[in-house]
């Protein structure tokens, strides 16, 4: 979620008038605009003093504790009751509980939003956050009243899948199918219980981790998402990788998927996505040689021009293939290099502030204790 107005037009379904304090409106605005949700609790807590203004104080604090605390949507929803105008709440809602990693809640509200205000473009949009939640069912019994279109045909390939549960990890399932899928179950297993081990906690809500054939490029369009050239992307607790690839390559992509998604423990809210990439590439590389496991040479790509600065603007920015895998390549060279001179722990709580609102590099400076020029000399003279 982008801007305050969006929210600011969701609190206003909430609100007994059309009409905000100036101020307590440009508070909420900038709050939202800058992901600041702790700012946000303040601007509801002074919203709340404004008469006639509770359930839109409420509703400013329920996103702000959402993001903070990672809370369930459900309860939200409920309050919403039947009001048609709660689609907009709803809506804005799913856009932050996504940003937050909880892709099912995000489905529930889009379907509920589907529910009060019918037709066959929101059951789409709803079918499609079912999709990134990797409730391809839901997504089918939602869009059958629609017919057979083309969308219904591709969802039903993928609710076919065979999915495998894990005899020692309850909350971990896997599908694949084909040459190696018995490999791939063992390869997701050992990756599991190496994160299990490192964080000293496993995924309560569940894992599921999907090699089928073209299953990236499908699941990401299918999704309403943009993923060319991906061979592995993660959605919350639902790990798809491609399927097709060198064994080597296949378990790298594994791990790499799995940090993400534990990383998102750490730091439910998430932060810049090139910053995530730099963590999961540390940390899966960090365990596979833990574990005796050594990893491939990264490959080469066109260099990237900039430092910490030019990364930050690089997820506001339109990157074709070649500059997004310039961008990951050189962020994952950072992120690996201050780890192995400060620490996983180190990078980790730099990517974990930066997803509380602090500036990257800000916080790369704060945790290393050198300046940002310090910073960067030493990373550029490191071989």
Do not use: K
């Not at 496993?202 to 999907?210: N, S």
């Not at 932060?271 to 050594?294: H, K, M, N």
């Not at 080469?300 to 390549?329: C, F, H, K, N, Y």
Request: aromatic share 6%; with cysteine.
């Amino acid at each position: 979620m982008r801007g305050g107005a969006a929210l600011t037009a969701a609190l206003l379904c909430l609100a007994p008038s059309r009409a905000f304090a100036t101020s307590v409106q440009e508070r909420v605005a900038s709050a939202v605009a800058g992901h600041n949700y702790r700012l946000l609790q303040a601007a509801a807590a002074e919203l709340a003093l404004v008469p006639d203004y509770g359930p839109a104080a409420a509703a400013a604090t329920d996103f702000a504790g959402l993001a903070l605390r990672g809370e369930a949507a459900a309860s939200h929803c409920r309050a919403m009751g039947e009001r048609a105008d709660a689609t907009v709440y709803l809506t804005e809602l799913s856009r932050l509980l996504e940003r937050s990693l909880r892709f099912e809640d995000a489905a529930r509200c889009l379907v509920r939003a589907s529910e009060l205000a019918p037709s066959p473009e929101r059951r789409a949009v709803a079918a499609r956050a079912l999709l990134r939640a990797g409730l391809e069912a839901e997504a089918s019994t939602l869009l059958a009243p629609d017919g057979d279109t083309a969308l219904l045909a591709e969802v039903d390939g993928l609710a076919g899948r065979q999915v495998v549960s894990s005899d020692q990890w309850p909350e971990l399932r896997w599908a694949a199918s084909g040459e190696g899928a018995e490999g791939f179950g063992a390869t997701v297993e050992v990756a599991y219980a190496a994160f299990v081990s490192a964080t000293g906690g496993r995924l309560a809500d569940g894992l599921l981790v999907e090699r089928l054939e073209r299953l990236v490029r499908l699941r990401t369009r299918l999704a309403g998402l943009s993923a060319e050239g991906a061979v592995g992307i993660t959605l919350g607790r639902l790990v798809s990788v491609e399927a097709g690839l060198p064994m080597a390559l296949e378990r790298e992509v594994v791990w790499h998927e799995l940090a993400h998604a534990f990383v998102a423990v750490r730091a439910p809210y998430g932060g810049p996505s090139w910053l995530g990439e730099a963590v999961a590439f540390a940390w899966s590389r960090t365990l596979l040689q833990a574990v005796g496991i050594t990893s491939a040479p990264a490959a080469e790509t066109m260099a990237w021009a900039g430092w910490i600065a030019e990364l930050e603007q690089s997820d506001a920015a339109v990157l074709d293939v070649p500059q997004r895998a310039a961008r990951d390549a050189f962020s994952a060279r950072l992120g690996a290099w201050f780890a192995a001179r400060f620490g996983l722990e180190a990078l980790l709580s730099v990517y974990a502030a930066s997803s509380q609102g602090e500036p990257v590099e800000a916080a790369f400076a704060r945790v290393s204790g050198l300046s940002s020029a310090e910073l960067r000399a030493a990373f550029e003279a490191a071989p």
